[in-house]
């Protein structure tokens, strides 16, 4: 979309958003390889159920790295003010530099951004004017992918058929349960947690 590459250097966002990608990651191998993989074998899902879950997986990491490193609307440091527009700037008293109104100083980034929302931690980014779809993108493609992982977790223990054949000698079979208990507590919470902040922010666009 011709947007400008924006990287903020920040440990603690760096951890939050390592927090995400380990999450993803852990649902995005176990799920296909305990639900999925042996479900398809043995004639009780279709491709497509396999082919859509890692197509939810692909958009949410691709919304993810979108949304970090794409510049929310930092302001230049010297700004051309519009004569028909200078009423409507005023000065940032932190950075001493000239910002239209409705802006705002971001202490993590340090700099001013445009519309600015909020400084996520979990993008390692601030949400502004130039991102702030990217991020609503993210939010939504996560609450699908959340979604449609604990449908899975339900569905293999109370609606598809017993598997026939299984392997006890590999690991994720000898945990099995474990690890999905894992992946629906992750995905409750995280479902819970987006879900929450996707209506925030909706309502937000609306009034």
């Given amino acids: 979309m011709g947007q400008r590459i924006h990287f903020v250097v920040d440990p603690q966002g760096w951890c ?3 927090l995400i990608i380990f999450v993803w990651l852990y649902n995005t191998i176990f799920i296909p390889k305990v639900i999925l993989f ?15 879950y890692y197509f939810c997986s692909l958009f949410c990491i691709g919304s993810l790295f979108r949304a970090s490193v794409a510049d929310p609307g930092k302001l230049p440091e010297n700004p051309k003010i519009p004569i ?25 980034c340090g ?21 702030h779809w990217l991020f609503l993108q ?3 493609y996560t609450q699908i992918l959340s979604s449609y992982t604990l449908i899975l977790d339900f569905c293999h223990y ?8 299984e392997n006890w000698d590999v690991f994720v079979f000898r945990h099995e349960l474990a690890l999905l208990r894992i992946s629906a507590f992750m995905g409750l919470i995280i479902l819970g947690g987006i879900s929450r902040l996707f209506y925030t922010q909706l309502m937000g666009i609306f009034t």
């Fill in 138 to 140: 993210l939010c939504f």
């Fill in 38 to 52: 042996p479900h398809y074998e043995e004639g009780n899902i279709s491709v497509v159920a396999v082919l859509c």
């Fill in 111 to 131: 700099h001013c951004v445009r519309r600015m929302d909020h400084h996520c931690p979990w993008i390692n980014n601030c949400v502004g004017e130039d991102n």
């Fill in 16 to 18: 939050c958003m390592g």
């Fill in 84 to 108: 028909t527009e200078r009423e409507h700037w005023e000065l940032c008293n932190k950075c001493n530099m000239m910002r239209p109104k409705r802006s705002h100083h971001c202490s993590r």
């Fill in 158 to 165: 109370y609606y598809f058929l017993p598997l026939k054949k």
